[in-house]
């Protein structure tokens, strides 16, 4: 397997992302080609020795779109630009999938212009791992796109179900859609729509709505919402997360010695559950709906993170996802068209009586 | 101060509603008027010894709403309902605030028929106090509207703003538009027109963008956003508190005995933390936008957060918030009949020249 890893996207870019290339091919014993420029990437590889031995090349490119450029235009624009070419490194066949740390806007214009989205498929989507007690839900979509259709989000949920299924091997996934209250009728316009749709969805296992709280408990393994609410819930997790942390290193710090020795004696434990709880575990999240592999991995993103990443593009690609989607979404729609003709039969048959 | 308190609202009702009620009258020093099934309060009360000195009495009600029932029918159908009841006391006079932990809809519907809104809001928002490091953030709507006009919005920015001030005591609080990017551009249809509308507005302190960061971390005194995704946010930081929590307890418990050690060690540490960051010590939101102070608790309230509900209800009423909410709606729109005025004098000059 053969990943373009956009070098020169990401806070900590190039010097993290190449990093984290080097042990994702020493780890996955996969092909990486690093796209970006050639002398800032040499510079950080030549500091790891025996890179040369590794499946690891260089794609030379002159551009780099910026964090607050506008997506479509800069995509236009920057030929050159790193994740540009990354992204046709794949759409030419010549690696089997992109990873990015840069701009999310741009890297998903960039899969959706160069890659195109999959036959039948209205909206990509950003599908985000988040760890659970039990094991993991995926988000989706997480901000791909805002004021999504009811159809699109339904195809959201078959997509997800598939990568679920397949990547983290969940039999059978259990699909929620986010909502404020469990009833059906609950929720705003889109939501209640979405609903009425998912009812008559064959290929997953629809279990009605979850609300805010059954995201992290794991009640639900996929849950679908508009990448409004996704972008909102996670960045807010995000947020969460680095105060209470904050908020305990200062009490500790505050807290006179006994409080200080009983945090030392707590290290190995929560060490332990920091890894099992450890975001930088999942490292990427794939957008769902183009024709090819596409990993959007966190702008804040450090070696450990790339590297797991590029492990989430190995199960992605290894586990088939992208056929088993085209497959769904053709049989989804033969379903409905027979069950639509079915029904029209019966009305037939109904009126002649 | 006198107080409806619907006592049989809530998971833990009537026994935590009446238990938090006793303590309040204590605490704050005022009426406290029960409102439900007087044999069920009465039993409750004769635990507390003492608890006829305080201000406290029954006031009889013969029906509850559920928390499965569509509150508008409930409401409708129910008139000796416990809440239903309570809000008329506010209604008639009798009593400066009503307080309910029972359903969220029910209340909100409830205080919309009886209380009726303010003259020119458009929708009444239930306003959630979220502890950050600093002070507070309060977040609006978290749950009374979905599908929110902007002007709506805006509304909730402005009676937000008032509440901060008048009773956090936050000088010129920082008013942020909850969305998925610090760029004007940004967002949904929706969040995009609120942003266009807030730019205008003049008596409040409008910051720009807020992210899902930025509500745990305290950048900005209020946030607003509609009921779907307040709701779904609160929810979800319960939901997550909940599970680090449980997943801290079990990893000490399989920690061996240093882990244990530590842990008991950073007791009195956790547990100033614990205070200073706990929900329940704010207790109530209030439901601006009606005429009437009325208080929303969670439904899982216990005494302690019943007795912080009522102590909210007691700074909503010592602050003069609904008439600085009057005021100030009908100033903004004032100020904004003026300068349309002035923009079309502009206008007619420059056409002469």
Redesign the interface.
């Known amino acids: 397997m053969k990943i373009a890893v956009d070098a020169m996207g990401g806070d900590f870019a190039p010097r993290e992302v190449v990093k984290g290339s080097v042990d994702a091919a020493k780890k996955f014993h996969c092909e990486i080609v690093l796209v970006g420029d050639e002398p800032q990437i040499r510079k950080v590889l030549e500091e790891t020795p025996g890179w040369e031995k590794l499946g690891i090349s260089i794609h030379h490119t002159t551009e780099v779109i910026e964090m607050?450029e506008h997506p479509a235009e800069a995509v236009r624009k920057k030929k050159d630009a790193s994740v540009v070419v990354a992204t046709q490194l794949v759409k030419d066949g010549v690696c089997d999938a992109v990873l990015s740390a840069g701009s999310t806007g741009a890297a998903v214009t960039a899969a959706q212009f160069i890659l195109k989205r999959i036959r039948g498929i209205g909206r990509p989507t950003i599908a985000t791992p988040i760890p659970?007690?039990g094991s993991v839900t995926l988000l989706l979509d997480s901000?791909a796109n805002?004021?999504t259709k009811p159809e699109h989000l339904v195809q959201s949920g078959i997509m997800g179900s598939i990568y679920a299924e397949h990547v983290f091997g969940i039999k059978e996934p259990r699909v929620g859609l986010?909502?404020?209250g469990e009833?059906e009728t609950k929720?705003?316009?889109q939501?209640k729509a979405t609903y009425e749709l998912l009812k008559n969805v064959h290929t997953i296992n629809f279990c009605g709505n979850a609300?805010?709280?059954?995201?992290?408990?794991?009640s639900f393994d996929v849950v679908i919402?508009?990448?409004?609410?996704g972008?909102?819930?996670?960045?807010?997790?995000?947020?969460?997360a680095?105060?209470?942390l904050?908020?305990?290193k200062d009490?500790?710090k505050?807290?006179g010695i006994?409080?200080k020795?009983?945090?030392?004696?707590?290290v190995?434990?929560?060490k332990?559950?920091g890894k099992?709880?450890d975001v930088t575990e999942y490292g990427g999240a794939p957008l769902l709906g183009v024709n090819g592999v596409c990993i959007i991995a966190h702008g804040s993103s450090k070696a450990k993170s790339i590297c797991s990443a590029i492990g989430v593009a190995d199960g992605y690609v290894e586990g088939n996802v992208l056929d088993k989607i085209r497959d769904t979404i053709i049989r989804e729609e033969q379903l409905a068209k027979a069950e639509e003709e079915k029904n029209m039969q019966t009305e037939e048959s109904e009126e002649k009586v």
């Open positions: 607050g659970t007690p901000g805002v004021d986010l909502n404020i009833e929720g705003n316009e939501a609300e805010g709280r059954d995201v992290p408990t794991g919402c508009d990448g409004f609410v972008n909102i819930v996670l960045k807010f997790a995000e947020g969460l680095k105060t209470i904050g908020l305990i009490a500790v505050d807290g006994f409080a020795l009983g945090a030392l004696l707590l190995p434990t929560m332990k559950l099992r709880l």
